[in-house]
C-alpha cells in the first residue's frame, strides 16, 4: 500500500492506493500531546500496520517528532519496528507465548504479562531477563490480572527474570457518554490506582504506568499518569461519528483513500448492474468500473447502501453489490469522468470531503476496523 503521496502523478499507475498525510499525523500528535499533563508521555499505538497507515514510515515518522514509546499487538510486529531502526520503547499489548521469551529480549521489546500465570511462564522460560509491564483487569475481563489477587501479583516482583517497568489497564466504555458506563470507567480508574497504591504500600515498584486509550484522554484528562496510549485519534478519526467530541477536539484526517476508473459505458432502462442483479436502471445512465473491492478491504456489506464517492470533486455513488475487485459507480452525472480518472472514496476532493466515520456507520462498524483491513493491491 502507498504510504505517503506528495505529488498526485506519483499514483498515475496504481489502481489502488492510499496517501498518507503526514503533516496532519504532526498536527494531531502535537494536539494530544497538549492534552497531557505534565510527566505524561505520549505513547503511539502503531499495531495493525499502524490501523492500515504503515507501521514502519508512521512510526519513523513519530520518532522524528519526538515519540518514543510505542505500542504493538505482536512479538513480529514489535521485531519489524526494531529492524527498522525504530528507536524507544516498543510494548507488546498481545500475548507472546513463553518459547519465545528469549526474542523479546533480543530485540529489546516490552512484553504484556497476560496475568501472573503468563508472567511465571515467561520467566521460567527466558534465558536472559525480559522487561514486563503487569496488565490489570479493572472490568473489561480480556486480558490482565484480577486486582484482587494482590498477592499473586507481589510475587511476580521477586522473579529474576523479570524486570517490571509498567502496569496498565484498558478502559472499555471510555468513548460512551451513558451515566452507566461513565461510572463504570470512573470505577475502572479508581480501582487501577487503589492496586498500585497497594503494591507501593508494600514496597513495590510498579514502574510506568498507564490506563487510557483515546477516548480516555479525551474523555477522562489529567490523570497522574506516565503515558497516555493513543491509536485511533493520532490517525484523524473517531471511531463512530462524534458529534460533540469533534466541536472540542479537531481532528486531521492521515489517510485517503483512492482508485481509478478502468472503463465507462451506458446502461439502458431496465438492465441491471455487478452480482444479484439488485440494481436496475430506472432510466438511460452512464456507469464506470472502479478498481477497488472486498479483497482490497471494502466492506462488502456496504453494497446498495449508495455509498458516496467522490469524482473531479463531484459526489457519485457505489451501485448494486460490491465485488472482490471493483465497484460500480454512476457517473450519469460526471460528463467529464474518463477512464483513468481517479475515484475518492475516503478523504477531500475539491470541496468534498468523505468521511472514514461515515463509511464506518454505514457497515455497522468503527473506523479502526475500516482502516486497519485495508489490503490494498497497488498494480
Not at 510498579?206 to 474523555?219: C, F, T
Request: proline share 4%.
Amino acid at each position: 500500500m502507498s504510504q505517503i503521496n506528495q505529488d498526485s502523478t506519483e499514483q498515475t499507475e496504481k489502481r489502488v492506493w492510499a496517501e498518507i498525510h503526514y503533516d496532519n499525523l504532526e498536527r494531531n500528535v502535537r494536539m494530544l500531546e497538549d492534552l497531557l499533563p505534565e510527566g505524561c508521555s505520549f505513547m503511539a499505538v502503531v499495531k495493525a500496520n499502524a490501523y492500515g497507515h504503515g507501521a514502519v514510515p508512521v512510526s519513523s515518522y513519530l520518532n522524528k517528532l519526538g515519540v518514543h514509546s510505542f505500542a504493538v499487538a505482536t512479538l513480529q510486529e514489535g521485531i519489524e519496528l526494531r529492524r527498522h531502526n525504530i528507536q524507544g520503547d516498543i510494548l507488546i499489548l498481545g500475548y507472546t507465548s513463553p518459547k519465545k521469551a528469549d526474542l523479546i529480549h533480543q530485540y529489546d521489546l516490552i512484553q504484556t504479562a497476560a496475568d501472573c500465570a503468563h508472567a511465571l511462564a515467561l520467566d521460567q522460560a527466558a534465558l536472559n531477563p525480559i522487561k514486563i509491564h503487569i496488565k490489570l483487569d479493572t472490568g473489561m475481563h480480556r486480558l490482565g490480572e484480577r486486582p484482587e489477587h494482590i498477592e499473586e501479583l507481589t510475587k511476580l516482583f521477586s522473579c529474576p527474570n523479570l524486570q517490571i517497568s509498567g502496569m496498565f489497564s484498558h478502559l472499555c466504555v471510555a468513548d460512551s457518554s451513558d451515566p452507566d458506563d461513565i461510572r463504570f470507567t470512573k470505577l475502572q480508574i479508581s480501582t487501577f490506582f487503589e492496586t498500585v497504591k497497594e503494591l507501593q504500600s508494600r514496597g513495590y515498584n510498579p514502574g510506568k504506568l498507564h490506563l487510557q486509550n483515546s477516548y480516555g484522554a479525551l474523555n477522562y484528562t489529567g490523570l497522574p499518569l506516565s503515558y497516555a496510549r493513543f491509536g485511533i485519534a493520532m490517525y484523524g478519526a473517531f471511531s463512530q461519528p462524534e458529534p460533540v467530541l469533534s466541536k472540542k477536539y479537531t481532528l486531521f484526517p492521515v489517510l485517503s483513500l483512492h482508485a481509478r476508473i478502468a472503463q465507462i459505458k451506458n446502461l439502458l432502462p431496465g438492465e441491471n448492474v455487478s452480482y444479484g442483479r439488485n440494481f436496475e436502471a430506472k432510466h438511460p445512465m452512464c456507469i464506470a468500473a472502479v478498481t477497488i473491492g472486498y479483497a482490497d478491504g471494502l466492506p462488502r456489506n456496504l453494497s446498495n447502501q449508495e455509498v458516496p464517492v467522490l469524482i473531479h470533486g463531484k459526489k457519485s455513488h457505489i451501485l448494486g453489490n460490491i465485488c472482490m475487485d471493483q465497484i460500480l459507480v454512476d457517473v450519469t452525472d460526471i460528463p467529464e469522468a474518463q477512464v483513468g480518472d481517479v475515484v475518492t472514496l475516503i478523504g477531500q476532493d475539491g470541496e468534498e470531503i468523505l468521511w472514514v466515520e461515515d463509511m464506518a456507520e454505514k457497515a455497522g462498524t468503527i473506523t479502526n476496523e475500516i482502516l486497519c483491513r485495508l489490503n490494498l493491491r497497488e498494480d
